[in-house]
């Protein structure tokens, strides 16, 4: 299949998930409180200080948002999806068509995403905007980077997750595999503690893996606390991370069909 038919499965993602449109109320609700819930939390922690190390209460309540539902989106639906697809055989259809998997799932993806930024960040991000306040880019050159460093930031997801998601071929499920990478996410991308309140050893260890790629250093960029000659050498580290983890991919995916193959012969 030609690359330029690929799009078409992001389109259709979206428009299907218009069909369920209680499932954005549901969304936006939820959402609203998982944020203000740690807004409360840092209006706690910050009680009585101005700022702590140097950072504001501004700046997390951004932070929060940024690091939270902008960038890290729910994986749950994605990964059992596979895992569903992978258990009940549905997954052999596409081995039928002249399309590669794990292609059909970025550009798939892409389409949910899309709509779930559209119809429950954004409005989130307005609500949260209005009662409590959020901050500009620290400059326009970090505007600009952290654009990129959000592109990064949902490929390097996608592919976390399809990895975890491509271990169901071996296992024969995904709930327990979705399980164990949101606690991973929570505590090593620093969508819940930013890498900066954390203890030196951890925070150089976890700021050297690829999670911290998804919601740490685009919020950290996005808020200035990474100088622009200091982001881009994290947005190249970031690019390399991205090759490495496709690459990976690709592999595991060649593991996967040839295992499938055995289990369906």
Partial sequence: ?????????????????????????????????????????????????????????????????????LLNWNTTRYIREVGDSIRNGDVTVFLLKPLHYPALLFFNQLGNNAFEQLTITLPV?????????????????????????WAVSWCMLFLIATLTGLLAFWLLTAFSLEWFLRGIMALASGAVVPLWFMPGALAALLGHLPFAWVSYYPSAVYLGKLDAPTSGVYLLIGLSWLAALAALAGWLWSRARHRLVVQGG
């Fill in 1 to 69: 299949m030609k690359v330029s038919a690929y799009p078409a499965f992001t389109v259709t993602a979206f428009l299907s998930r218009l069909v369920y449109r209680n499932q954005v109320w549901s969304g936006v609700f939820g959402e609203l409180v998982a944020t203000f819930a740690f807004i409360a939390v840092w209006t706690a922690a910050f009680s009585g200080s101005r700022n702590v190390d140097g950072v504001t209460l501004p700046d997390m309540v951004t932070y929060v948002l940024i690091a939270g539902p």
């Fill in 125 to 149: 991000a307005v609500i949260v905007a209005l009662t409590v306040g959020l901050l500009p880019p620290a400059s326009p050159a970090h505007g600009l980077l952290f654009l990129a460093f």
